[in-house]
């Protein structure tokens, strides 16, 4: 036979082998093919707990570091650490997965409760030292004493 377009007519001849091939050894005899079997199974879902623990542990992290929204952020964070852990525990059961999403929504949520707790600290802190008061108090007395003489502030 002639070949045409580099193709050989004969299988297994023309240099290159193919994966998974009835191929002939040197004695005549042929080896199998091995047949993957696949076992149908329903496609594994995420846990539901673990996905909204995603959330809330970016929600909480966004609303913590804007200063002002770090009371709700702490609030998010914590409910991000429960369904975190909840969304672990929901990932052992077979069928279930998410146990990354879950891992990663409980590390934001507990990084913005820590971010939280410690603006709330550095606050406290400010308004517990006397001195720091006072100079508060001196810098809006300043701001105060530059505004023009028709400006009335209430006192």
Same mark, same amino acid.
């Given at each position: 036979?002639?070949? $045409?377009?580099?193709?050989?007519?004969?299988?297994?001849?023309?240099?290159? $082998?193919?994966?998974?091939? *009835?191929?002939? *050894?040197?004695?005549?005899?042929?080896?199998?093919?091995?047949?993957?079997?696949?076992?149908?199974?329903? =496609?594994?879902?995420?846990?539901?707990? !673990?996905? #909204?623990?995603?959330? #809330?542990?970016?929600?909480?992290? #966004?609303?913590?570091?804007?200063? +002002?929204?770090? =009371?709700?952020?702490?609030?998010?964070?914590?409910?991000?650490?429960?369904?975190?852990?909840?969304?672990? $525990?929901?990932?052992?059961? =077979?069928?279930?997965?998410?146990?990354?999403?879950? !891992?990663?929504?409980?590390?934001?949520?507990?990084? !913005? %409760?820590?971010?939280? +707790?410690? #603006?709330? %600290?550095?606050?406290?802190? %400010?308004? &517990? &030292?006397?001195?720091?008061? *006072? $100079?508060?108090?001196?810098?809006?007395? &300043?701001?105060? *004493?530059?505004?023009?003489?028709?400006?009335?502030? =209430?006192?």
């Amino acid at each position: 036979m002639t070949e $045409r377009s580099g193709a050989s007519p004969v299988p297994g001849a023309g240099g290159g $082998r193919r994966a998974g091939a *009835d191929e002939e *050894d040197h004695s005549g005899r042929g080896r199998g093919v091995e047949v993957e079997q696949r076992a149908v199974t329903k =496609p594994a879902r995420t846990s539901a707990a !673990a996905v #909204f623990a995603l959330i #809330f542990g970016v929600l909480a992290l #966004f609303s913590v570091l804007i200063v +002002i929204l770090a =009371p709700v952020g702490l609030v998010f964070g914590v409910i991000g650490l429960i369904l975190g852990v909840v969304g672990l $525990r929901r990932a052992r059961r =077979p069928g279930i997965t998410g146990k990354g999403v879950a !891992a990663g929504g409980l590390v934001l949520s507990v990084v !913005a %409760v820590l971010v939280a +707790i410690a #603006f709330a %600290v550095g606050v406290v802190t %400010v308004l &517990n &030292n006397q001195s720091a008061v *006072d $100079r508060l108090q001196h810098q809006v007395q &300043n701001l105060r *004493d530059k505004l023009p003489a028709q400006v009335t502030v =209430p006192h």
